[in-house]
Structure formats: C-alpha cells, structure tokens
C-alpha cells in the first residue's frame, strides 16, 4: 500500500485540479525575480508567500494576476489530505497555463518539500489554472511533476492548524471537504 500512496496522490492532484481550455494562449508580460504574496485564511490567520518568477515566471503571473483581480477573495482550500497538503483556489478561471516542470520539458528545481507551493493540474500537463496546493509533509515524488513555484516564508502554523482542523473531515482519500467545513480564502494580498 506504501508504494502506491505516492501514485494515488497524484492520481488525486491530476483529477482535482480545474483548468481552462487554452494552455497557448499568449500570456501577459511575464514576471521575473522573486516576489511576495499573503494567504488570508478566515478564523486562521496569515500565509505569508515567497514565489521565484525566475523558475517559474508563467505560474508566479498567473498567480499574482489572479490575486490582484480579486479571483480568490472568498475561494476556499477544498482538498486538504493529512500528512500531505491543502489545496485552494477552485473557481471558473477560464485560462489554462502551461505546466512548469521537468515532464513537460521546463526545468523547475524547486522540490515539493514542506511549506512549497504549486500549482495542481488535470492529467494534461498544461491544464494549470488557478488551482494551487501548499505541501504540509515533503513530497518530492512530486517533483518534475508539478509546477512548484514558490515557498510559505510565514504561516505554517496556519497550514498546519488547518490540516489539524479539517482533514479529519474529508468526505473520501481524495480529500474531498464538504462545502461548509471549507476554510475560507479571505483575500490573496499582492506584497510586490
């Protein structure tokens, strides 16, 4: 059963994920360097954010475009899966992004260790959209699989205490949350 937790985890992000329809769609002016984002998570407190726009420029833009526009205010983490991570950000973005990772030919060094976030996908390797997950155990199985592009600099406490909360509550392994159990994604504030 082990050796197939990190396949069904997997299986789990790749059916989970909502992309759009167009992953060639011309992307807005990229983002370079590293730049600063906060989660604010209703009755948890404050994510605080460290993305690498030089690993992954178009995750990190479409990222922070979201955030700006106001998408997430009100999103909720949906999937929260214990010893694993919390995933948010479920909505109608209608673009799809190309996935930033070794396995769809975009290097990304950035392994899926406690605290790093990234992006989940269906199984087509450029469904990313708006979707993203936060890993709460080392996860790098993940690793050239997903499009990780940046880290937690503050706030674990909040991601633990949220996984504490709510993954015993999950509605099946896919760590399903019903819709009132949900913690809600306040706002994403844009730092720089």
């Known amino acids: 059963m ?12 790749a059916l989970c994920a909502c992309g759009g329809s167009d992953a060639d769609s011309a992307e807005a002016e990229l983002l370079s360097g590293t730049h600063h984002a906060e989660i604010e998570v209703q009755d948890y407190g404050t994510i605080a954010l460290e993305l690498d726009a030089d690993t ?6 479409n990222f922070l475009s979201l955030a700006e ?11 929260i899966m214990d010893g694993f991570m919390i995933q948010g950000g479920q909505g109608g973005a209608a673009q799809s992004i190309k996935g930033e990772f070794e396995a769809n030919g975009v290097p990304n060094d950035i392994s899926h260790v406690r605290g790093v976030i990234s992006m989940a996908r269906a199984q087509a390797p450029d469904s990313g959209s708006s979707q993203f997950f936060i890993v709460h155990q080392d996860s ?7 499009a990780a592009f940046g ?4 706030g674990m406490d909040v991601v633990d205490a949220i996984e504490r909360d709510v993954a015993p509550k999950a509605l099946d392994d896919n760590g399903a949350i019903a819709p009132d159990d949900q913690p809600v994604i306040t706002t994403i504030r844009v730092i720089d």
């Open 2 to 13: 082990k050796k197939l937790f990190p396949l069904v985890l997997l299986l789990v992000l």
């Open 56 to 61: 992954a420029p178009i995750s990190v833009t």
């Open 69 to 79: 526009s106001g998408y997430y205010d009100g999103l909720t983490f949906h999937r």
């Open 151 to 154: 880290h937690v600099t503050d």
């Open 140 to 146: 790098p199985f993940l690793d050239g699989q997903y």
